[in-house]
Every structure is written in C-alpha cells, then in structure tokens.
Nanobody, 126 residues
C-alpha cells in the first residue's frame, strides 16, 4: 500500500497550491474515505478535510472551509486538495490518509485512518 502525496511548496499569503495523493495497492471500494491532515511544527496533527470515495461527499475543518476543496478522481485513484487564499497559519506538513470503514462522524479523527502518506511541506509566507 502506498499513498504518495505531492504538490507542496512555498507560496505567498493569498496564493494557491494544489496537492495530490496517488493511491496504489488499495482497492478503493465504496466503504473507503480519504482525508487530508496537517501538522505544524510543535503542534499536533489536525484534520483538514475528508471525502467519501464513492459519493464524493466532503467534510471540512472550520479553519479551511470556503478556502480549500477536496476532490478525487476515481479512475486515477488520486485524491486532491485545492488550497486557495492561503494564510501563514496554513503552514504545515500535509498528509493524505485512507480509512477503509470509518463512519462519517469519525472522519475528523486521525485514528480512523489505517493508511498514511509520507507528507508534503506547505509553507505560506506573510
């Protein structure tokens, strides 16, 4: 199983970045959900967004709602995170993760996810 996240980088405040996460070794069936988490230096990992793989229904943390969009491309087994209006407080390592059987109410909890990518650094300068 491999989740390969990429697309991070350095951007000025107000700018945009798009992250992607290519999934291999998993059969992303209807029971799967995928999520993005982030971890800033010295802070705990926090939930960013999640999506039901089959339906496309999405869930967002309040801190990113209206600025970030999670999506997926089934044919490519790829997860995306479009990040607009970036702020310095968005600076973190961003991780993608897969949850085989998580219920909707648990998608914001990191322990609901069984598989994790290696992370990609996003730095937003002021």
């Amino acid at each position: 199983v491999q989740l390969q996240a990429c697309g991070g980088g350095l951007v000025q405040a107000g700018g945009s970045l798009s992250l992607s996460c290519a999934v291999s070794g998993l059969s992303l069936s209807s029971s799967y959900s995928m999520g993005w988490f982030r971890q800033a230096t010295g802070k705990e990992r926090e939930f960013v967004a999640a999506i039901r793989w089959s339906s496309g229904n999405a869930l967002y943390a309040d801190a990113v709602k209206g600025r970030f969009t999670i999506s997926r491309e089934k044919a490519k087994s790829t997860l995306y995170l479009q990040m607009n209006s970036l702020k310095p407080e968005d600076t973190a390592v961003y991780y993608c993760a897969a949850a085989p059987r998580a219920i909707w109410s648990s998608l914001g909890v990191s322990s609901s996810y069984d598989y994790w990518g290696q992370g990609t650094q996003v730095t937003v300068s002021s």
